[in-house]
C-alpha cells in the first residue's frame, strides 16, 4: 500500500518520478521488536506479580502498553523507500517531523554503475564512516542480517521535497543507504526507473549482478567493497 503523503508527493513532482508504483517500509530486523514486546512482558508480570493488583487493571494496561509499542514500532519504521514510474522516494512520510527530510530523486539522478545490494546497512554506514543515523542511510544497528540496497545520488539537501524540478547530478561523496529484506528486489525495480528515466547506458551491467556484498565495517575496506565509496581520507 502507498501512503497518501507519498502519493501527494510524488503528484508534485510527477515530471520527476512519475506514478509511485511500490512502498517498502526499512527494515528493522528482529531486535526491535523483540525489546518492545520484551519490554511489555515484563511490565506485565511486575503487575500480575504485584500483590492487591486488580485483574482488569492489570489487563487493561498491558494491551495500552501494547498497544502503544506497536504504534512506537510503526513509527521507528515509517522511513520508506517508494519506487515510482522514473525515480524515487526515500525518507520518513509523517508530516512535519523536524530533522527528517523525505528525498525526491529522479532516475537519471542515480548512478546505476552504483545501484548494489551489501549484506549489513549499519556495517556499510560504519564502513563510510557516516552513523546509521545520517539522514540518507535508513538502517539500524540491530537489523542483524537484513540486506541494504546502496546507490549514488546528488546532495541530500539539493532533493528535499519540495524541490525544484531542475535535475541535479549524482555527486561522487553522496550515497543513499535503505536496509530491507528484499533489497535486491528493490535494487531491479530502481534499475527499471533509472531506464524509464532513459539514463541506463548501452551495455549496463548491474555491479556483482546485484548479488549481496559482504562488508567489513571497517572504513579502510570501503573502496573495494562499495561502489561509489572514498577512500578514508577524502572529505566528504
Known amino acids: 500500500m502507498i501512503p497518501l503523503r507519498a502519493r501527494l508527493i510524488a503528484r508534485r513532482h ?3 518520478v512519475g506514478k509511485p508504483l511500490r512502498s517498502r517500509r526499512v527494515g528493522a530486523g528482529p531486535l ?5 514486546a520484551g519490554i511489555v512482558v515484563l511490565i506485565w ?15 487493561g494496561f ?3 502498553l501494547a498497544l502503544f509499542m506497536l504504534g512506537l514500532y510503526l513509527f521507528t519504521i515509517d522511513s520508506r523507500l517508494v519506487v515510482c514510474e522514473r525515480g524515487i522516494l526515500l525518507g520518513r512520510l509523517v508530516p512535519g517531523l523536524p530533522f527528517s527530510p523525505t528525498y525526491v530523486i529522479a532516475g537519471r539522478e542515480i548512478d546505476p554503475r552504483t545501484v548494489a545490494v551489501v549484506t549489513d546497512g549499519a556495517k556499510t554506514a ?3 564512516g557516516m552513523p546509521f543515523f545520517f539522514f540518507q542511510y535508513k538502517t539500524f544497528p540491530g537489523a542483524l542480517g537484513v540486506h541494504a540496497v546502496v546507490f549514488n545520488g546528488p546532495w541530500g539537501a539539493d ?3 519540495p524541490r525544484q524540478s531542475r535535475h541535479r547530478r549524482p555527486v561522487r561523496k553522496s550515497l543513499f543507504l535503505f536496509s530491507h529484506r528484499s533489497a535486491t528486489k528493490i535494487a ?3 534499475l527499471h526507473a533509472i531506464g524509464r528515466d532513459g539514463a541506463i547506458p548501452p551495455g549496463f551491467a548491474p555491479h556483482e549482478g546485484l548479488r549481496p556484498i ?3 565495517g571497517r572504513r579502510e575496506d570501503a573502496v573495494a567493497q562499495i561502489p561509489g565509496a572514498w577512500p578514508p581520507d577524502g572529505h566528504r
Open 14 to 16: 510527477r515530471e520527476l
Open 32 to 36: 526491535l521488536p523483540l525489546i518492545l
Open 45 to 59: 508480570l511486575m503487575l500480575v506479580l504485584s500483590p492487591g493488583e486488580s485483574p482488569a487493571l492489570t489487563i
Open 62 to 64: 498491558t494491551l495500552f
Open 126 to 128: 560504519a564502513e563510510l
Open 159 to 161: 532533493i528535499e521535497a
Open 188 to 190: 531491479e525495480e530502481i
Open 214 to 216: 559482504p562488508v567489513t
